[in-house]
């Protein structure tokens, strides 16, 4: 490979770690405000009526919160492209299977936010429901929130998985510090024991396990402070 193709390669390698960061670095920023904001603040998984009198009188919030869950899906998907790029040198094929998780599971997002347009919908158009009697709405409203959460688990499940194949890939690369491949690999593992947790043992608590999603933050800092400006890569000599 010539050192003109070489600065080529590296520099296009430079932008997707950039991008990668980045995309990751929105989704950290705006996800926290809806599940640790918006949510808390307008969802009652005991009271139907009570979530549904909150959302209606916060419907501008309620939107907003579908529409920056919609942003991570298009992040997800920027960003599973610009990894692919990033650690194509390291196994091609791998690499794009990878990214093709990653964007199945931005699709797993979609299905899950469904439940809140939904939701949504049947508010808004709740006083022409004149065959369905107010505390069927309340019920309808607490089984698409119930629904998404459970579909939102499933999500965290499989983008577990994605994350133990991105570890696999970093841990093999000669560009990219092993330890945040091990750090990956552990925030896979806490995405999937966190996250099966509704599925299988609903009583067990898993929340010391918010440790080991900081591996996802670490390589989000490195891709912005130094995969973007990365200046050998042993594996395009």
């Not at 949504?120 to 022409?128: E, G, P, S, V, W």
């Not at 429901?129 to 929130?145: A, E, G, H, K, P």
């Not at 690999?185 to 898993?206: C, E, H, Q, R, S």
Request: charged share 10%; glycine share 4%.
């Amino acid at each position: 490979m010539g050192i003109n193709t070489i600065d080529t390669e590296i520099q296009s390698l430079r932008r997707a770690a950039f991008i990668a960061g980045f995309a990751v670095l929105i989704m950290a920023l705006t996800v926290p405000v809806v599940e640790f904001y918006i949510f808390p603040t307008l969802i009652d998984y005991k009271s139907g009526e009570q979530t549904t009198n909150n959302i209606v009188s916060h419907l501008t919030l309620f939107s907003t919160a579908i529409f920056i869950h919609f942003t991570t899906v298009i992040c997800d998907v920027v960003a599973a492209w610009a990894l692919y790029i990033f650690l194509k040198p390291v196994n091609k094929n791998l690499a794009l299977l990878t990214a093709w998780l990653r964007i199945v599971n931005a699709a797993f997002t979609i299905t899950a936010l469904f439940n809140l347009i939904q939701v949504l919908t049947i508010i808004r158009a709740k006083d022409n429901f004149t065959f369905i009697q107010s505390n069927q709405v309340y019920d309808y409203v607490l089984f698409y929130f119930n629904a998404f959460n459970l579909q939102w688990r499933f999500m965290l499940v499989f983008f577990g998985i994605y994350m133990n194949l991105l570890g696999y890939l970093v841990l093999k690369s000669e560009y990219i510090p092993k330890i945040i491949g091990i750090l990956l690999i552990i925030a896979g593992l806490g995405y999937v024991i966190d996250d099966l947790k509704y599925f299988f043992y609903p009583n067990f608590d898993t929340g010391f396990l918010w440790l080991t999603y900081f591996g996802e933050l670490v390589f989000m800092f490195w891709l912005l402070i130094k995969g973007s400006r990365i200046k050998n890569l042993n594996s395009l000599k």
